[in-house]
């Protein structure tokens, strides 16, 4: 059974920082690539960003670029979001995401909340 569980939200002031935790089961997660989405009520999940099985590459959207940070660690099965610098409109549910190598069979996690306000 595949499970990805985020933990790391909750409430910072504007131009604070959080970190993401993402755990992954179930699957081999050295051979998904894993992203972090995120979503604000009545608007579409967006990119957030992208990291390969190595973590050699990774890729952000502009929105976040020089603010965020993906990483992951294989033998932890888990992969990380740095958010710093956040602003209000940071403010949303993140979703982990990993994608199967081989297949490209998607799982999605069931979301944390980050909320920036002051």
């Known amino acids: 059974q595949v499970q990805l569980v985020e933990s790391g939200g909750g409430l910072v002031q504007p131009g604070g920082s959080l970190k993401l935790s993402c755990i992954a089961s179930?699957?081999?997660?050295?051979?998904?690539?894993m992203k972090w989405y995120r979503q604000t009520p009545g608007k579409e999940r967006e990119f957030v960003a992208s990291?390969?099985?190595?973590?050699?590459?990774?890729t952000y959207d502009d929105s976040v670029k020089g603010r965020f940070k993906i990483s992951r660690d294989n033998p932890k099965n888990t992969v990380y979001l740095q958010m710093n610098s956040l602003q209000p409109e940071d403010t949303a549910v993140y979703y982990c995401?990993?994608?199967?190598?081989?297949?490209?069979?998607?799982?999605w996690g069931q979301g944390i909340q980050v909320t920036v306000s002051s």
């Open positions: 179930g699957f081999r997660f050295s051979r998904a690539i």
């Open positions: 995401h990993a994608q199967k190598d081989s297949t490209g069979d998607i799982f």
């Open positions: 990291i390969i099985t190595n973590g050699g590459y990774t």
